[in-house]
């Protein structure tokens, strides 16, 4: 199993700036993708970045050049960061951090708030 905590989620204005963080803990060394998503009220949620084990990245067009994540490794952890700026209101969501596993398991955070006031 793997475990992944985020945090970071707050209000902000229009124009500003965020970091998520996510922390996974347990089977780390199985996975291979990690990811952010999101979900607004009402609507599906949706893959916002990605990163691979070797590195490679992955935007939604409607984050490029805005959005950037990253990870940190441990031996016991890795950290998984979503660096947000220009934030726009649409932006507004339930933001979840994602684990895929070598086999197909995938693992979800309990997800945190990103709120963005115009």
Not at 21 to 35: D, K, L, N, P, Q
Not at 55 to 74: C, L, M, W
Not at 87 to 92: A, C, Q, R, S, Y
């Amino acid at each position: 199993q793997v475990q992944l905590v985020e945090s970071g989620g707050r209000l902000v204005q229009a124009g500003g700036s965020l970091r998520l963080s996510c922390e996974a803990t347990g089977r780390i060394f199985s996975m291979y993708v990690m990811g952010w998503y999101r979900q607004a009220p009402g609507k599906q949620r949706e893959l916002v970045a990605s990163i691979r084990v070797e590195g490679t990245t992955d935007y939604a067009d409607s984050v490029k050049g805005r959005f950037t994540i990253s990870k940190d490794n441990t031996n016991t952890k890795d950290t998984l960061y979503l660096q947000m700026n220009s934030l726009k209101p649409e932006d507004t969501a339930v933001y979840y951090c994602s684990a895929h596993l070598y086999g197909g398991l995938q693992y979800w955070g309990q997800g945190t708030q990103v709120t963005v006031s115009s």
